[in-house]
């Protein structure tokens, strides 16, 4: 079935202004792009924008641990290491695979209703997880997250990883699969080897925690590139590097297989630090953005990573340039689709996969936008209140309220149950 959106504007991080435009999703896709003045496309279904709707490219939360919808308002304004250590492990004991598969449908919930179309998780029971995702319709790249403990539990985590990805990896073209283990100060230097050799050999990325906070610099014992290159993670074919607050970027990291994660407003209320991102930016480094898990930021709300990324940087910089609105719209869409292996996603182009997110301009704070302007008003101005709905595939997963392929009540529910019973 066709889909027409009708007279809309459309804007991408690629694109130095906005176009108003027929915009044709068929068999899943963008099939046709063209002038709103000319005679638009026959449909199925048309939505009728009249130039007060635009349409973007579904964001992809690039770093995430979902169930953690669970644990939001534990521990809170307290430090990294003690908020984990008195406040996260003890009650993620408690967590069992349903409460882990209703924690991420719950997620999943929050992320389809402010335009999110991706996420990168981390955490327990992907096999869970998978299922959630692929009785939504949305995409995801899964990876169990892997620790040190008792002997033998790094090379099981191991395997669970290597089932993962045979089981679901590629599956409909929603999940790709990545080895997970958890940051340097909880997997040790030749458990790291062991992972890197395994996600060499099975043709995995890796997705890692790495200098989150000025300690774990201090901690890690040698220069963070030689730790990189010396575990074999630079060799691993694609690395995802989650808040990399104190990595230097003029140290010799090669950007063709590693994308750097973002998380701003999580790095902000632990107290963690500041990313060098504008560095990073004028170097040309693959960034991309997440909220980091409920748990710890407390949103799952792209829109407000996006316009913190922005706001923050230029204030701790001086410089309102050094981090523009096309740059944090390209990191919240299409960087974090690439570093997770999820081809022609992200931008508004033809051909592309139609993961989009309808956005309702027809808003005071929206009195003003127009083609030169709008991805400045959309990251300023906007926000999550302005989604009217959020597509994957050519398949609406939310509209006007409404999740046609979830069922938000016993969701709500079964999470709100969960979470009683894992805070008892």
Not at 353 to 371: M, Q, S
Request: proline share 5%.
């Amino acid at each position: 079935m066709a889909t027409l959106f009708k007279d809309v504007y459309i804007t991408d991080g690629s694109r130095a202004k906005a176009e108003r435009v027929h915009l044709l999703v068929s068999k899943g896709r963008i099939t046709e792009i063209i002038d709103a003045g000319q005679t638009p496309p026959s449909a199925d279904k048309i939505i009728s924008g009249r130039g007060k709707m635009a349409v973007i490219p579904g964001f992809v939360n690039a770093h995430t641990h979902a169930a953690m919808t669970l644990l939001r308002g534990l521990g809170e304004e307290s430090p990294l290491m003690e908020w984990l250590q008195t406040k996260i492990w003890p009650v993620e004991e408690k967590l069992t695979p349903d409460y882990i598969y209703w924690g991420t449908l719950s997620a999943m919930l929050e992320m389809l209703s402010t335009g999110t179309t991706c996420f990168a998780d981390m955490y327990f029971e992907m096999d869970r997880v998978a299922e959630a995702v692929l009785g939504a319709g949305m995409k995801a790249a899964l990876c169990r997250g892997i620790t040190a403990g008792e002997p033998g539990k790094i090379e099981r985590s191991i395997q669970n990883n290597i089932d993962l990805a045979e089981k679901y990896h590629g599956r409909e073209g929603l999940i790709t699969i990545q080895l997970g283990p958890h940051a340097p100060y909880t997997v040790p230097v030749e458990a790291m080897k062991n992972i890197t050799d395994t996600a060499k050999s099975h043709g995995l990325g890796v997705h890692f925690h790495f200098l989150e906070t000025e300690g774990e610099l201090q901690n890690l014992g040698v220069d963070p590139v030689k730790y990189l290159a010396d575990t074999g993670l630079l060799d691993v074919p694609y690395l995802t590097l989650a808040h990399a607050v104190y990595l230097d970027p003029k140290s010799d990291i090669p950007s063709a297989n590693v994308t750097l994660i973002h998380n701003p407003c999580s790095n902000l209320k632990l107290g963690s630090g500041i990313m060098p991102l504008p560095e990073w930016l004028e170097r040309g480094f693959p960034v991309a953005l997440g909220t980091d898990g409920a748990s710890s930021n407390n949103r799952l709300d792209m829109w407000e990573e996006m316009r913190t990324a922005a706001l923050l940087h230029k204030g701790a910089n001086r410089d309102p340039v050094c981090v523009t609105a096309s740059d944090v719209l390209r990191m919240a869409t299409y960087e974090g689709a690439k570093a997770y292996g999820f081809s022609q996603k992200g931008m508004i182009r033809e051909g592309w996969f139609a993961d989009l997110v309808l956005v309702n301009l027809d808003r005071p704070h929206y009195i003003g936008a127009n083609e030169e302007n709008l991805t400045m008003y959309l990251v300023y101005a906007g926000s999550s209140a302005d989604v009217a709905g959020t597509m994957v595939n050519g398949k609406w997963l939310y509209r006007n309220g409404e999740f046609p392929t979830l069922d938000s009540e016993e969701i709500t529910q079964k999470a709100r149950e969960a979470r009683e019973a894992i805070t008892k």
